[in-house]
DNA sequence: TATGAATGAGGGTTCATTCAT
DNA sequence: TATGAATGAACCCTCATTCAT
């Protein structure tokens, strides 16, 4: 009566169903968001059974914090080591490091994406973004410093509250990122053309650098 | 069939009914968000059986569009109201506008965090934020409208596209409320002290207004 | 705080209010069968609000009792004095009767679409089809002694149970009217020209005279 | 989240879980119709957990059309296989075919009563009864075909319209089956002796069958 | 490791019916 | 009588998760 096995696994490579779950639970998640998303669709989007899943991760919220963890990892890396990697401080420095940082959301759109549901998700309230490691305030600190050695060294202006600059500036890269797609308010939208994007850069580098320098750049 | 039950409180008060299931459902989206709300606990909430809500709404979406329109109704409405209503053009008139709006956020804090949530959410990518009027549109049409007069006016750069200076005001007030909870980047919780919005506030002016200036203010 | 009576009944007619609930319920039995009819759908057929129905009605059931009431009665009343009121018994007295009971389906299409959920919902099984009178036994008795006068008569086959013709002939009138628009076998509704009710009553007569007579017609 | 449960008798043979819900479906579909049948009350009776219905069937819907498919796909084959298979065209074939189709029916009760439903809610009135192929039309045209035969071999009076012919022999045989237990007639409950199906079925073949020929049997 | 059947707690929604006004 | 808000038990279906194979 009891069959016999009927079918045989078809790529048994532990390492890429991993991937492939990974993958496909990032892309769910981005559109869903953590509750919206569902292990269901997850697991045919990476083409394995639903059980699987369950062998290589804890269940749902496990999966979402791998993912979280995959995708910010790069992302503060990439900004730690642009900060404590420049050795001359100068309005240069800071101008790259927004240049950097918004190129980074242009190209890693999920990272805008799983942001926005975070921030939207206050249950998370005392979690830290990722798990393993506290980069976010280390971060800040970092960005901090690097603004407060601008101000002792003259280029921006020394009343400012560092942690503001710092924020004011990730704030207006994320946000324009962040919204997006949505109808919030449609500039932006408007020509369809991709340079949009780079030209708000730019206005907002002009705007953002001129606010905060000593004197106004002669130009 | 289906013999029914002996009741309790028939409280009889269609207008106190509908606005409390509104109350309650604004808490659970504020909260969850609209795929994570539950409508058994916005009738729990809203001390009504479950089966009222669809009474007053033809479904869990009609409920969160009710929401959303009552929210955003006075936003857009004060909004439109600030801009249209001033007569002289001057930097004060933005400046005002700025922290007009900061504090409506600030004391009106569902409006970032559905405001979160909608961004979050793609997946509405087509539907205006608020249903009957296409305010969002107009509003940023007359906002960019007020830059444009202030550029002639010999206050702005004329170099800088007005859309995007509304776009990088609206942008800095809003995140700070959105990420407000959030453990993004700690700026401005380290203390807890309620001020910080306000000292946030006069940073974002600051920078904000000395970046789009045609020069720089004494001070 | 109580708001003082804000509407007025419209029509206060009770005669015309019973009226319209039943007509709406008929329409909507017919329709749905008792299951699928929906109480809230037959109020708002007859415009009326929900509740009023409970003044007329006890309940769904009542409802439903009352309008299969309403639509056999006639059915058997007119059976009854079709078949009671024939003086002389010839072959033209049961093909008469076949005549006026084709008709009749055929001009109260509800009587047919009624029968067919009565028939399918066993549920009823040891309910008469109309509630006050057993009117059902009686007409087949009627009917059955009708035959009977006929075989003795020499019109009729005598070794032909009596009940058995008069079954007969109802099935094959009642079985068109109830699968018309069923697509069980398409007969019939090839043409749709209306005539082809006519035809295939011709048809039926021709065949179950002819099976039940003594000696064939010359025709 | 949500964490499960404790299970029992993880019975694991779909096969065989597949069979048991379709035939509870079958059950709670000849009781009382698509519209009353409850999902709830098909897992029980198939006991299984009211979930895994959706792992095996789309929805209620789907359901039905297996349950129908199931029932009808062997009714349909018999009725070609019958009609295609005879040799030699006579007065006997009609007969025989008339007595397979009616001990079909009684052996197999769920098809007048799924017949039954079917003909009641016409709100399928342009699906098919069987899903995925057209026997239907098929049936009658071949059966019809049979009857133009005997009328060309003289069996069967010319005059008559095939179509016809075969609507009246099918029905009087439905509506025996489908009627069995309404109150509607009571005829041939009386006695409640099985018998009478059978008595019913050589009256109505013996006028039927005459009513039909060209020329009445010498009996 | 892989597979997909099994599990049962809700989820949103409907509905007949009651009742204050 | 008339009105429509109120009630709560189902109903169909979804879903994260477990487990036999």
Aim: net charge negative.
């Amino acid at each position: 009566m009891t069959k016999p096995h009927p079918s045989r696994n078809r790529s048994r490579d532990p390492e890429r169903t991993r991937a492939a779950i990974l993958s496909a639970a990032r892309a769910e998640f981005v559109e869903h968001g953590f509750t919206g998303a569902r292990t269901g669709i997850i697991a045919t989007k990476a083409e394995v059974p639903q059980g699987l899943i369950y062998h290589y991760f804890e269940g749902k919220q496990d999966l979402f914090d791998a993912v979280m963890e995959e995708v910010f990892a790069p992302y503060f890396d990439g900004m730690m080591a642009m900060l404590s990697g420049a050795q001359e401080v100068g309005p240069d420095l800071l101008e790259q490091a927004i240049r950097l940082y918004f190129h980074f959301l242009k190209e890693n759109p999920h990272v805008p994406r799983l942001l926005a549901w975070w921030m939207a998700n206050q249950g998370w309230k005392d979690k830290p973004l990722v798990h393993k490691r506290e980069l976010g305030a280390e971060l800040e600190v970092l960005g901090a410093q690097r603004i407060a050695e601008g101000q002792a060294a003259g280029f921006i202006r020394p009343e400012l509250d560092p942690g503001f600059v710092v924020k004011t500036f990730v704030d207006i890269c994320l946000m324009w990122h962040m919204s997006k797609g949505s109808h919030l308010l449609e500039c932006g939208l408007v020509e369809g053309c991709e340079d949009r994007d780079l030209e708000y850069l730019e206005h907002a580098i002009e705007v953002f650098m001129r606010g905060i320098a000593t004197s106004p750049p002669s130009s």
